[in-house]
């Protein structure tokens, strides 16, 4: 501290002298013997400031540091105080913040005092601290107030105790100041050992000679992040010294991800290295302590490793000439490769002499061997003892010892190399396992094989790790993973070798290690990498047992489950359902469950989600807990609502049959999860009344499609027969037709009966059953006769029918079920309850056409042709389908109710080919019927038929009923034949077949007797509208925009205002639709736009608001008529009037929307842009 400071703590007055005076006469901390004080040397004028602490006039004189009482007058060069000394004092007297900047100054001046630094972070010695000293002498310091963090003083700000402030605030700021701190110093300390972490093992490599630092590209091994990162630095750092500022921002963009302003970005946490200059000045000369080498296949002994290296190291320090130093390396090295050299061609030769040695002990010895225990007992001649075997995993590699001496008949240094066996004869009945002799200095120590069957070797507990493996293995095996994980290559080849490693290793904190890196080995695992990893980890868990696939698997998943790469988190998604197996049944129901469900409702990516529902259902296919129902029923919900279809589908192919198989052993299947669903269906049919969430309907109802097998298979594993399903004898064959294809292979009935065989008994006696016996005593499926199907029946009741995909959906469902449960109880269970709802009986049939049938206007009439009727396609079941579509036509047309049931029926089954025959002959009874209202709704019909009926038919069938029907004494019956020849006209390309339809139509407009016919030029404006933009041009401009015309010019002269009307509204939609086609400026001048003007006359006294649009209309078409006639060349006017057609239809289209504006708004609709 600066002697002119001043201390804003230090007191002169009497107060503050009496309390030093006080505690020197007490021997306590203020007493001169204690604290012999002078000025020192540095300090100023007034250098008795607040450089030094005073002693009071009541101090009692004692010596200080020169032998000077402190009452006596200083000397001019007083000697100076010790600061531990001085430093002592003041946290004595409590000048706590005197202190602290006695300690912040020594730090920056580098000499820092261990008692501060101690005192200071110390967090002990602050809690409830007041800012001025006590006047009575206490036991301790005061206390200062904690935060919730742990707190040193050098994070509080003592200006915060002052009167003049809101003290809490600033204690609050000063804790988070000082948190902030630490964060920094834990990121240092994190850095540093994520540095050493990530720091790779250099290799020893020899020196070259002289001074030529050549680098060789095949030897040369590819840079290190870290290496990589500080050449930057150093590059970065010389480009700025020699001014070559350009090419250092360059360098600094192309390596955006490194900060060149700070050392310590590199990572390393080491001093910083000279820089470039000066490395390459030293790069020769430094000197190199040389490394004995040796190939660890020849197995040197340590000691003398240990000897060489040391005397070496010695030889190099006393050498002080560098060259001759380095030349005598050089010469150490060459003399021990050759030596070395010359060691392995011997073993090499000693190798082949034992190998020979043992095949001819095998062949000699065979029988003897076979039998042989672990210990043998050789001649006297050559042993004395064998020792016990240490079990053995594989007896592929033999382990050779022997002894080294100048002549190899003699050797005393051991050597060890391992070769591997020639084990191919008899390979596939013996197994080879090493048997270790030793021999004294007479004999030699080597391995011989010991040859047993199968059945006598040991087997190797993998769950108890029994190896000690070699520190050196270890530490390569994690260098080769480095290595792999840096170059991101052949670090498959590395998983094998680390759960095996792991699976033996004794240590568990390196078998964790060792997992940590299988899990990180690969960045981005690939399918096929994610096969292997998972592949081996089913491996490693069939070997270690649950207990260890607990303790070291489970863990290294829960790491990787929030992974910001999604391959990662896939890993462990499908990890958690490949160990369920293997792992207790107690953490499959709990904590792999919960983890499984949290990746299913955060994660955000569709694949991961996919191999969660999965997992999921194999932990389903294990779990026994039958309080986890609950949460496999949320589970299975909140799948079906995944937004993605990846997901959906996995739900239906995976976790539903596992599910569905679980909750049957609960007994839930029939009590729980059915009526949930259908109850859930019910609620989205109610709630939507205004708006129909089809999508959701469609996932329940998929649902309860999974679920049919399961309850098939339930229904007849608990029917009074199932105890007499015996196989005896050839069981036939079940017809492949029998059941609906499976959705996956968990969904088919023999998977859930288990086998074939089975369910072809159990299905025999189920027919029989059904036919002979009845359902008494059957509990299973009377609650599917008598609860599920009623309350189904009922649940379509209630459909609208005008939702397509809602009526397709349900008669899916219905399909599967009664195709699932088979033709007898089709026709003895379900129809029979359709039929008492739809009373469809000869004698019903007059009093539903008086009264009304509100029940065959329902969604009923189609789920119960298409879902019931189709599911056998025999003769009988057709013509019953046949009969009932009759009937049903017959009924609504003679009750006069909507017809929308019946078009649901026809749509549905027209979306098929195989039924089109059957839909024309049900039309064609409607065309012969003797009732008009009946051959008016066969005619409105075949315009639903046509869209899906192939021309051919079309042809034969359909144009021959509707000209038929178009020459009917009724003319509503004639009326009701125009929409489906305006159909005909858009999805018909035969030209004869068209002209046909073409000249009916006319007869229409050009018969005299229908020109006051004021519904059929309606039905006829209404048709050409809807199909004179999809229809053939031709046909467009030859009969459809001449007739428009026509049709406009009449209508002028009509007299009664509501007809007139009538048809402007209907010219005006189809006007408005044949306004987006392209019109030749021939047509437009001679028919479009006059009926335009002919409408917009009408309009003007009928309806001023369209009147605007259309005179908005008339413009633009007026404008393209004058744009194209000062167009260039006519080759590229069809382009040109393309462009303009589409740009009118965009502009119409926005517009027509504007209808419900005001009439001034309507004025500016169709102006042109300027």
């Not at 736009?1089 to 078409?1117: A, Q, Y």
Request: glycine share 6%.
């Amino acid at each position: 501290m600066a002697a002119s400071s001043v201390n804003p703590f230090l007191s002169d007055s009497d107060e503050e002298g009496e309390r030093k005076a006080g505690k020197g006469k007490d021997g306590g901390p203020g007493s001169a013997a204690s604290l012999p004080l002078t000025p020192q040397p540095e300090a100023g004028p007034g250098g008795g400031g607040g450089g030094a602490v005073r002693a009071g006039s009541g101090e009692a004189a004692g010596p200080g540091p020169g032998g000077l009482p402190l009452g006596a007058e200083a000397p001019p060069l007083p000697p100076r105080v010790p600061l531990d000394t001085l430093a002592a004092q003041l946290l004595r007297d409590q000048y706590i913040l005197t202190a602290l900047e006695f300690h912040t100054e020594l730090q920056e001046a580098g000499r820092e005092l261990p008692r501060l630094r101690d005192y200071f972070s110390n967090p002990g010695n602050f809690e409830r601290h007041t800012a001025t000293p006590p006047k009575e002498p206490g036991p301790a310091p005061g206390q200062l107030n904690r935060a919730g963090s742990i707190s040193t003083l050098d994070s509080l700000d003592f200006a915060r105790y002052s009167d003049d402030g809101n003290r809490e605030t600033d204690e609050r700021v000063a804790v988070l100041e000082f948190e902030l701190r630490k964060a920094k110093e834990t990121i240092q300390s994190l850095r540093a050992n994520l540095t050493q972490a990530a720091a790779f093992t250099e290799s020893d490599v020899p020196l070259q000679e002289g001074r030529n630092y050549k680098s060789s590209p095949e030897i040369q091994e590819a840079v290190k992040p870290l290496e990589k990162r500080a050449l930057n630095f150093l590059v970065n750092e010389y480009l700025l010294k020699i001014n070559y500022k350009l090419t250092s921002i360059t360098f600094s963009d192309e390596n955006d991800d490194q900060d060149f302003e700070l050392w310590d970005d590199v990572g390393l946490n080491i001093p910083k290295p000279p820089d470039l200059l000066q490395l390459y000045r030293e790069c020769g000369s430094h000197a190199t302590s040389s490394k004995e080498m040796t190939d660890v296949a020849v197995g040197v002994q340590p000691s003398e490793l240990e000897a060489r290296s040391n005397a070496n190291e010695l030889a190099t320090l006393m050498e002080q000439p560098q060259l001759q130093e380095q030349a005598k390396i050089v010469h150490e090295l060459q003399n021990q490769l050759s030596m070395l050299n010359n060691e392995k061609i011997s073993l090499a030769s000693h190798i082949r002499q034992l190998k020979s040695e043992i095949q001819a002990l095998k062949q000699q010895n065979f029988a003897a061997v076979a039998t042989a225990t672990d210990s043998m007992v050789l001649p006297s001649t050559t042993t004395e003892q064998v020792p016990q075997i240490r079990p053995m995993d594989s007896g592929e590699y033999l382990d050779i010892r022997s002894f080294e001496s100048n002549s190899w008949s003699a050797e005393k240094e051991e050597t060890s190399t391992s070769c591997p066996i020639d084990t191919n004869a008899d390979s596939n009945r013996f197994a080879v396992a090493p048997v270790t002799v030793t021999l004294t200095p007479r004999h030699k120590e080597t391995e011989l094989p010991a040859v047993r069957p199968p059945s006598a070797r040991e087997p190797v507990q993998f769950n108890k790790p029994n190896r000690t493996l070699s520190p050196a293995f270890h530490q390569a095996l994690l260098s080769f993973c480095r290595m792999a994980t840096d170059s991101r290559l052949g670090a498959e080849e590395l998983i094998p070798l680390i759960l095996c490693t792991a699976c033996l290793h004794p240590e568990p904190k390196e078998r964790d290690q060792l997992l940590h890196i299988l899990f990180n080995l690969i960045k981005r695992p690939d399918d096929e990498q994610r096969q292997m990893i998972l592949t081996g980890c089913v491996a490693f868990a069939r070997h270690v047992g649950p207990t260890r696939v607990e303790a070291e698997l489970l863990p290294q998943c829960w790491e990787q489950i929030n992974h910001k790469y999604p391959e990662r988190r896939l890993l462990v998604a499908e990890a958690c359902g490949a160990l369920a197996p293997y792992l207790p049944k107690e953490i499959r129901s709990s904590l792999v469950l919960s983890m499984l469900q949290q990746m299913l409702t955060e994660d955000k990516a569709d694949l991961v989600r996919e191999a969660v529902i999965k997992s999921l259902g194999i932990i389903m296919a294990y779990i026994d807990d039958p309080d986890k129902y609950v949460q496999g029923f949320e589970l299975q919900m909140s799948a079906l609502n995944d937004p993605s279809e990846r997901v959906i589908n996995a739900t239906h192919q995976v976790f539903l049959p596992a599910f569905a198989a679980w909750t049957t052993e609960l007994g839930k299947l029939q009590s729980h999860l059915i009526p949930t669903l259908l109850s859930n269906i019910e609620k989205i049919l109610r709630d939507g009344e205004h708006g129909l969430d089809e999508h959701k309907l469609h996932l329940h109802l998929s649902a309860m499609q999974s679920l049919i097998p399961p309850l098939f298979a339930l229904v007849l594993k608990n029917a009074p027969f199932a105890s007499k399903a015996k196989l005896h004898g050839e069981v036939p064959q079940i017809e492949v037709t029998r059941f609906p294809r499976p959705a996956s292979p968990l969904q088919d009935v023999a998977t859930i009966i288990g086998s074939r065989e089975q369910l072809s008994v159990l299905l025999q006696l189920y027919d029989n059953q059904l036919e002979n016996e009845g359902t008494t005593g059957w509990e299973n499926l009377l609650w599917v006769v008598n609860q599920l199907l009623p309350h189904l029946i009922e649940t379509v009741g209630k459909i609208n029918v005008t939702s397509t995909s809602c009526v397709h959906d349900f008669s899916r469902y219905f399909w599967r079920l009664c195709r699932t449960f088979g033709k007898i109880f089709t026709n003895t269970k379900v129809k029979p309850q359709f039929q008492e709802i739809l009373r469809l009986s000869e004698e019903a049939v007059d009093v539903s056409a008086t009264a009304g049938n509100g029940v065959l206007t329902k969604a009923t009439v189609p789920i119960y042709a298409t879902g019931v009727l189709t599911c056998y396609n025999q003769e009988e079941d057709r013509k019953l389908l046949v009969g009932f579509l009759e009937d049903v036509m017959t009924t609504l047309s003679l009750s006069h109710a909507p017809l929308d049931s019946l078009k649901a029926s026809f749509v549905e089954l027209g979306a098929n080919p195989a039924y089109h025959e059957l839909l024309l002959t049900v039309l064609w009874y409607g065309v012969v019927h003797t009732s008009a209202l009946v051959r008016c709704t066969a005619a409105r019909m075949f315009e639903l038929l046509v869209k899906g009926v192939n021309e051919t038919l079309v042809a034969q069938r359909v144009v021959p009923a509707l000209i038929t029907l178009s020459s009917d004494p009724e003319i509503s019956v004639r009326i009701a034949t125009i929409p489906a020849f305006g159909t005909i006209m858009e999805t018909v390309t035969q030209r004869e077949l068209l002209e046909r339809v073409k000249m009916q139509l006319a007869s229409f407009l050009e018969d005299p007797q229908y020109h006051d016919q004021h519904s059929l030029h309606m039905e006829i404006i209404k048709t050409l509208g809807r199909v004179g933009p999809n229809a053939e041009p031709r046909f467009r401009d030859e009969f459809v925009l001449p007739n428009l015309h026509r049709l406009a010019i009449s209508n002028n002269q009509q007299a009664v205002d509501t007809k007139r009307l009538d048809i402007a509204i209907q010219l005006f939609e189809a006007y408005s639709a044949l306004s987006c086609c392209f019109i030749s400026e021939e047509l437009m001048v001679n028919h479009f736009l006059p009926g335009l003007k002919c409408l917009r006359t009408d309009m003007e006294h009928l309806s001023p608001e369209h009147e605007v649009i259309l005179s908005s209309m008339i413009k633009e078409c007026e404008l393209k008529v004058e744009n194209r006639t000062v167009q260039e060349p006519q080759s590229s006017m069809s382009i040109a009037a393309s462009l303009v057609s589409e740009d009118t239809k965009t502009r119409f289209l926005n517009k027509m929307g504007q209808l419900s504006t005001s009439g001034a708004m309507l004025a500016n609709v169709f102006q042109r842009k300027k």
